[in-house]
T-cell receptor, first 111, second 115 residues
């Protein structure tokens, strides 16, 4: 079945880069997503990548996709305290109709 | 453009009581989703609507959960009776169409606590 795995916690200092990793099981996934959830809030879409891409950059965010290893990463450059949140990796299910989420990685940024 | 609106934001009830959650999707979005997010977990899909039709409710516990989307706009998710294990955040999301490029936008959620 479809499954998404993430490391649970990451702690970085302000100004450093953060790298959040994710592995997924469904090799037929066409789109992979990163969502951010702040305390008491819903999920905010950060970025997504199509499976035929290796990399996507959007301002401070860089997404790397290794389709062979089914590994996805999100790099946040110059991490700020406002980036502290839970980050969810998600893949589109085989039917292309729903998202399968990981358990989320809690990013803690200290000043 | 207004985002997905959900109410109430918080709800505390005793077990065996009924509860209902309401969602207003982004204007023009014909696909609506209800997800449940347990503590420390990612969201899991409960039901998906295309306009007023429930096209995927395979994960909805039908013995106690029900949902409707009258006129293909607002939606209500109901639990009757609620159990302790139903404590979670219930998230509503919407998207403009069902394609592989479709992006789901989430509301802030309703945090349910069952005592």
């Amino acid at each position: 079945g479809e499954d998404v795995e993430q490391s649970l916690f990451l702690s970085v200092r302000e100004g450093d880069s953060s790298v959040i990793n994710c592995t997924y099981t469904d090799s037929s996934s066409t789109y992979l997503y990163w969502y951010k959830q702040e305390p008491g809030a819903g999920l905010q879409l950060l970025t997504y990548i199509f499976s035929n891409m290796d990399m996507k950059q959007d301002q401070r965010l860089t997404v790397l996709l290794n389709k062979k290893d089914k590994h996805l990463s999100l790099r946040i450059a110059d991490t700020q305290t406002g980036d502290s949140a839970i980050y969810f990796c998600a893949e589109l299910n085989q039917a292309g109709t729903a998202l399968i989420f990981g358990k989320g990685t809690t990013l803690s940024v200290s000043s | 453009e207004a985002g997905v609106v959900q109410s109430p934001r918080y709800k505390i009830i005793e077990k065996k009581q009924p509860v209902a959650f309401w969602c207003n999707p982004i204007s023009g979005h014909n696909t609506l989703y209800w997800y449940r997010q347990n503590l420390g977990q990612g969201p899991e899909l409960l039901i998906r609507y295309e306009n007023e039709e429930a096209v995927d409710d395979s994960q909805l516990p039908k013995d106690r959960f029900s949902a409707e989307r009258l006129k293909g706009v607002d939606s209500t998710l109901k639990i009757q009776p609620a159990e302790l294990g139903d404590s979670a955040v219930y998230l509503c999301a919407s998207s403009s169409r069902v394609t592989i490029t479709d992006t789901q936008y989430f509301g802030p959620g309703t945090r349910l606590t069952v005592l």
